[in-house]
């Protein structure tokens, strides 16, 4: 079946626009995440949703950074803003319900940020 | 925050010869994982372990796990021109299924 998507897959910007990001997880699965991977931190937890539920905002790094989940769905990440330091790939992944502990996540091909 | 760190950040090995990589991690874990990353693009998941298992198989894969030392190690047998890639070890732990990667090992694998 189809993995989880992501678009733009490049995404070049002029510092200080706004830029949304797109995903779509694989039909089915509940829980959505984004992460982030640059060169000078590595992958990073930016967000997490699950169902329903109150998502897990933890990782955003500044208030310039927010998602959302529609309809249990299709989620978009939006950068306010945009700074140099906001160049990365941003990655989502979905996952099905799972026991705890033995949740595998699957991730998109991510979308390449460069902001210049 | 990086919890996991691979060990080595490079290796290069020829065809056919086992790769062995490493991975630390600091806090207790719920289970961990190993993914493969082709060109700096999307993660394919590769095997995961729970807290509670000490070793792992899949197909060429071989994954053990020590909570008491807090490490990992994946290995690679035969390997192939196609297994060039970088590899993370994530960890989860808690409630809420977030991933916390390390840096990463680079493994080359040369024809």
């Known amino acids: 079946g189809a993995g989880v998507s992501q678009s733009p897959s490049n995404k070049v910007t002029e510092k200080g626009k706004d830029v949304e990001l797109r995903c779509d997880p694989i039909?089915?699965?509940?829980?959505l995440y984004w992460y982030r991977q640059s060169l000078g931190q590595g992958l990073e937890f930016l967000i997490y949703f699950q169902g329903n539920s109150a998502p897990d905002k933890s990782g955003l790094p500044s208030d310039r950074f927010s998602a959302e989940r529609t309809g249990g769905s299709v989620s978009t990440l939006t950068i306010q803003r945009t700074q140099q330091e906001d160049s990365a790939v941003y990655l989502c992944?979905?996952?099905?319900?799972?026991?705890?502990?033995?949740?595998?996540?699957?991730f998109g091909p991510g979308t390449r940020l460069t902001v210049l | 925050s990086q919890q996991g760190e691979e060990d080595p950040q490079a290796l290069s090995i020829q065809e056919g010869e086992n790769a062995t990589m490493n991975c630390s991690y600091k806090?207790?874990?719920?289970?961990l994982q190993w993914y493969r990353q082709n060109s700096g693009r999307g993660l394919v998941h590769l095997i995961l372990i729970r807290s509670n298992e000490r070793e792992k198989h899949s197909g060429r894969l071989r994954v053990t796990l020590d909570t008491s030392k807090k490490s990992s190690s994946l290995l690679i047998t035969a390997s192939r021109a196609a297994d060039t890639a970088s590899y993370f070890c994530?960890?989860?732990?808690?409630?809420?299924?977030?991933?916390?990667f390390g840096k990463g090992t680079l493994l080359t694998v040369n024809p």
């Open positions: 994530a960890t989860e732990g808690g409630s809420n299924y977030k991933l916390t």
């Open positions: 039909s089915g699965h509940t829980a």
């Open positions: 806090t207790s874990i719920n289970n």
């Open positions: 992944a979905s996952s099905a319900p799972g026991l705890a502990g033995s949740v595998t996540q699957y």
